[in-house]
């Protein structure tokens, strides 16, 4: 079982990056799916939880909007884009898998911080 996240790097601000987070050795068609970003000096936060389950995407209030999940099931690759990028945006950003389908519902910021699988993370960082 192994996730993987990648398509990190520096862009300057006002541009786009889309993350790329693949999994072997089961499909994420039936877990929940989440990003987490950890900015320079800061906590891990939940960027967003997807799923099948639920039929859609919990976002982080202060990212509606500049955030986009995708998935290709067919990849077995779930994506997330982000639009408009601003310096605060720079961290590490990581996916993360549980087979709990439901991103734990409304309380899905805690949820996400105890998932059974994560892949290392891929480095945003946006110059201003």
């Known amino acids: 079982v192994q996730l993987q996240a990648s398509g990190g790097g520096l862009v300057q601000t006002g541009g786009s990056l889309r993350l790329s987070c693949a999994a072997s050795?089961?499909?994420?068609?039936?877990?929940?799916v989440a990003w987490l970003r950890q900015a320079p000096g800061k906590e891990r936060e939940g960027v967003s939880c997807s799923s099948s389950r639920i039929g859609g995407t919990y976002y982080a209030e202060s990212m509606k909007g500049r955030f986009t999940v995708s998935r290709d099931n067919a990849k077995n690759t779930v994506y997330l884009q982000i639009s408009n990028l601003l310096p605060e945006d720079t961290g590490v950003y990581y996916c993360?898998?549980?087979?709990?389908?439901?991103?734990?519902?409304?309380?899905?910021?805690?949820?996400?911080?105890?998932?059974?699988?994560w892949g290392k993370g891929t480095q945003v960082t946006v110059s201003s």
């Open positions: 993360a898998a549980d087979p709990i389908a439901t991103c734990g519902g409304s309380d899905w910021t805690v949820f996400v911080r105890g998932m059974d699988y």
């Open positions: 050795g089961f499909s994420l068609d039936h877990y929940s």
